[in-house]
């Protein structure tokens, strides 16, 4: 009869920063292809001032007389530069899901505070520049400093962004997805698009342990958080099953997905040790130790 | 609040069945999730029983519950008390012709108490009911009962009062009864009940509304012919309430042609007159010129044309013969007939027993027929006698001093005694007649040695014999009636068509057969009987009624006090209460807001994934 209202909750997560900064002793695992950006301390696409060898070329009037390889010209009588890779600071899109599912209790509220806050610091940790995607309507808002994750974690929206339309990514940016994907989707559509234009790509998916392990419990009457009906329903062994089942195919199809386009995937349970989930990010590629 | 349907409140037994519902209603514990659809929906609440728990007063059960019993009344007819009762009252009217006489002032009491009834009703408060009750031996019915004063209104406007004086009694005790304890009731008179001759009226208002009028009228009216003298005579009678002598203009109408005009005084109080008419008029017209009351002022009368009955004197010579024959001289309206073709026969009595001629009255006088007698002399009697007075042969006799000669002993059973003495049978209506039309009267009697024919009950015998017989001859009875009496008319044969009567504005079929009796319509006139088309007879109806013509002793007043009443109750339609359409809005705002409440919330993503959720 009455639909009780899901209880859902606008505050930011609570992040314990001291245990975040304890385990943040990564940064951002790069792509091996060559990169685009600001001039940074990562090789770029281009020739640049950096000290990695890229190749020779005819010298032409004008070229820093600095980079003719002298060596060259003294075997061959040709005048040769010697061309070096340019040096970038990477663009890092940090995609967060800020839907009500993301807070659904308390300790998935508080997992997805502590491993937003571990990924901003890696992506610090990175020297890149490091912009943060909430919605598709909005622009990304820059991360200048770990602690200002926290502007972003207020889940009050009824639908995940990678639900909609396509997100603000710039091109060629390094991007990391966090979400619990607990939504209807086909994962190689939503990867694909997710990865289009990118350098990189990183998948995360934050999930309770009972919303990938259910447990019997009786009957239950289950409200969506996000709106999307109820059901009185009695959660015995068939319906574990079947849940986990479906559960299983998801996460499956996330990872086969990502694998396509050389993202690394990582599930991450909400109420794992923040250190422990840097070990799992690390294990999975998608941090490096710093 | 009212109901008007109280078995409606019934449907108030659906909240506690409501509250049943939310009460035994499975209940899960409430569990926040993610992603629903991994659960899939067909997997649905299984069948079984739910456990009680503590009721939640939720807002679907508040809805649930308003809307119920915002239903329930709406079906119980609920209603704003006040709005649906209403004053109810309830208008006598006296019918009789004085309420129309016109006064000095130009306005009749009808008139005032038409004015009267309206100022009542705005008096009372808006909606108020009015029955309109006309008096009469036949109280009728002119508006209601508790019709509004727009239905009144033109029943009210087109009461014209024009009865013969009458009794309130019978429309007093209708009123009355259509009042019962909702309504109050109201006479317009043109007199206080007391003078009018009415019982003490009591639970009521009696409005008197009268205004002495000097008034001339013709109060009796009567149209005689002599053929043998070639003409006719009507004879009135005038009735002026006036103190003086008042100058009339006298006028005899037969059709549109005017046959006497002249100028003639009426003294006060009651007079009478003679106006020769000629002979073999149709019915005339009688009119005196107009005064404060019309209806008064003409009369129509009809030719009459007498009945005459024929006689046969077949008795033997001797005293008794010539004794009829005597008795015979002073009765009008009879003539000799040849025998065997009149209508009444006097005969021997011994004679009786033979078949009589088709329509022939047999009196028979002496000794019976053998075959009638019993056993045994005849005797003489002194009386007592017995005699069966509600016989029309009886009417006026007494039989004292006579000695009744020569009564002969009677077989039982082959006559009706009329006049007994002891178990001796010495006058009766013969049984044993068998032809139509005819009856055998027989006297056993020796005229030849009572006493009876030298008695003032002999010519007074006769007379009766006479005008029985007189009463089975064709035609009216009469020929000019007053309204309200009851006309009898004989037929010489069976209608061919319908029979109706027409007069003036009433006309009425009749039924059919050979004695045809009906009241004499009002406002009568010159009343013609017909069969089919075909003209039957024509007789005068009149009004002629001394005591409505007499206009001094009318007066002004009211008597009487309505009680407390409790109004009558509106039966109004259900939009017409403001309560129903409260109750409605609530019901409907409720139902709506439960539906939106338990509506399902609808699916804004697109189809899930075949890989994902099944």
Not at chain 2, 498 to 521: N, W
Request: with cysteine; net charge neutral; aromatic share 4%.
């Amino acid at each position: 009869m009455a639909r009780q209202a899901a209880s859902s909750s606008p505050v930011p997560p609570l992040i314990d920063w001291p245990a975040v900064h304890a385990a943040a002793s990564v940064r951002l695992a790069m792509p091996r292809t060559p990169l685009r950006g600001r001039a940074g301390e990562r090789l770029g696409a281009g020739t640049g001032a950096s000290l990695e060898f890229q190749d020779y070329r005819t010298y032409a009037p004008g070229d820093d007389l600095r980079h003719v390889d002298w060596a060259a010209y003294a075997r061959s009588e040709l005048l040769t530069v010697r061309l070096y890779r340019e040096e970038v600071a990477p663009r890092v899109d940090l995609a967060l899901d800020v839907s009500r599912s993301m807070v659904v209790s308390e300790v998935k509220q508080r997992a997805f505070g502590e491993l937003s806050a571990l990924l901003a610091c890696a992506c610090a940790a990175t020297v890149s520049d490091s912009r943060v995607i909430t919605s598709p309507a909005a622009a990304p808002e820059p991360l200048t400093a770990p602690e200002h994750i926290e502007r972003f974690l207020t889940c009050d929206v009824n639908q995940c962004a990678f639900e909609g339309g396509a997100l603000p990514f710039r091109r060629r940016s390094v991007r990391i997805i966090v979400s619990d994907f607990l939504f209807p989707h086909d994962a190689d559509t939503l990867i694909s698009r997710l990865a289009r234009e990118s350098a990189w790509l990183a998948v995360v998916q934050l999930t309770l342990n009972e919303e990938a392990e259910p447990v019997v419990e009786g009957g239950r009457r289950l409200i969506d958080v996000e709106g999307n009906g109820e059901v009185d329903l009695v959660i015995d062994e068939a319906a574990v099953r079947d849940y986990r089942a479906r559960f299983m195919r998801l996460r499956t199809g996330l990872s086969r997905a990502a694998r396509r386009v050389g993202a690394p995937f990582a599930h991450v349970v909400a109420g794992t040790p923040i250190r422990e989930v840097a070990g799992a990010l690390a294990a999975a590629g998608v941090v490096e130790a710093a | 609040m009212i109901f008007t349907t109280p078995l409606g409140l019934l449907a108030l037994f659906a909240i506690p069945g409501i509250v049943a519902i939310h009460l035994f209603r499975r209940r899960f514990p409430v569990r926040s999730v993610a992603g629903l659809f991994l659960w899939g929906a067909v997997r649905q609440t299984p069948e079984g029983g739910g456990r009680i728990t503590k009721l939640p007063i939720t807002r679907s059960l508040i809805l649930e519950c308003l809307a119920a019993l915002a239903l329930a009344l709406i079906l119980a007819g609920a209603r704003i008390a006040p709005a649906g009762v209403s004053q109810h009252l309830v208008v006598l009217l006296d019918d009789s012709a004085s309420m129309a006489a016109v006064g000095a002032g130009g306005e009749s009491a009808r008139d005032r108490a038409v004015q009267r009834v309206l100022s009542e009703l705005d008096r009372l408060r808006a909606g108020a009911r009015l029955t309109l009750i006309r008096s009469g031996d036949r109280p009728a019915i002119l508006a209601g009962p508790a019709s509004y004063l727009v239905e009144a209104k033109p029943a009210l406007d087109a009461w014209r009062p024009d009865a013969p004086h009458h009794s309130m009694a019978l429309g007093l005790r209708l009123a009355l009864e259509l009042a019962g304890r909702t309504g109050t009731v109201m006479v317009m008179s043109d007199m206080p009940s007391a003078a009018r001759g009415e019982p003490h009226f009591e639970g009521g208002v009696w409005v008197a509304l009268g205004d002495p009028v000097e008034n001339v009228g013709i109060t009796a009216a009567q149209r005689t012919s002599a053929p043998e003298d070639n003409r006719g005579l009507v004879s009135l009678t005038l009735a002026n309430n006036a103190p003086a002598a008042a100058t009339r203009r006298l006028s005899v109408h037969a059709g549109e042609k005017e046959v006497i005009a002249r100028e003639l005084t009426v003294p006060p109080g009651a007079s009478s007159m003679t106006v020769p008419i000629p002979a073999g008029l149709p019915a005339v017209r009688v009119a005196l010129s107009d005064d404060g009351l019309r209806r008064d002022n003409d009369v129509m009368l009809a030719d009459p044309r007498a009945r005459i009955v024929a006689i046969d004197n077949q008795l033997p010579d001797g005293r008794g013969r010539d004794a009829v024959v005597r008795a015979l001289e002073s009765v009008s309206g009879v003539t000799r007939s040849a025998p065997g073709t009149g209508h009444l026969a006097f005969v021997d009595a011994a004679t009786l027993d033979q078949a009589p001629a088709p329509e022939l009255w047999r009196a028979g006088f002496g000794r019976p027929p053998a075959s009638w007698q019993a056993p045994g002399e005849p005797k003489d009697f002194i009386g007592p006698f017995i005699l069966e007075k509600r016989h029309a042969l009886l009417i006026g006799m007494t039989l004292g001093g006579v000695v009744w000669a020569g009564a002969t002993p009677m077989a039982a059973g082959v006559a009706r005694p009329v006049v007994s003495t002891g178990d001796q049978l010495l006058a009766g209506v013969a049984t044993s007649a068998t032809v139509s039309g005819s009856t055998s009267i027989l006297v056993n009697i020796d005229l030849d040695r009572t006493n009876l024919i030298r008695s003032p009950d002999w010519p007074i015998l006769i007379s009766n014999l006479i005008e029985m017989r007189r009463q089975q001859l064709p035609g009216p009875e009469r020929w000019n009636y007053r309204s309200g009496e009851w006309v009898r008319v004989r037929l010489d044969r069976d209608p061919k068509a319908q029979l109706r009567f027409r007069c003036g504005p009433v006309e009425r079929a009749l039924p059919a057969g050979r004695l045809i009796e009906f009241v004499a319509p009002s406002p009568g006139g010159l009343l013609q009987i017909l069969d089919g088309d075909e003209l039957l007879f024509e007789i005068g109806v009149n009004f002629l009624d001394e005591t409505e013509t007499a206009l001094r002793d009318r007066s002004m007043g009211d008597s009487g006090e309505a009680g407390d009443v409790a109004g009558v109750r509106a039966e109004t339609s259900a939009t017409s209460d403001p309560l129903f359409w409260i109750l409605l809005a609530l019901a409907a705002a409720a139902m709506i807001a439960n539906w939106l409440l338990l509506v399902p919330v609808r699916a804004t993503r697109g189809p899930a994934a075949p890989g994902v959720a099944s």
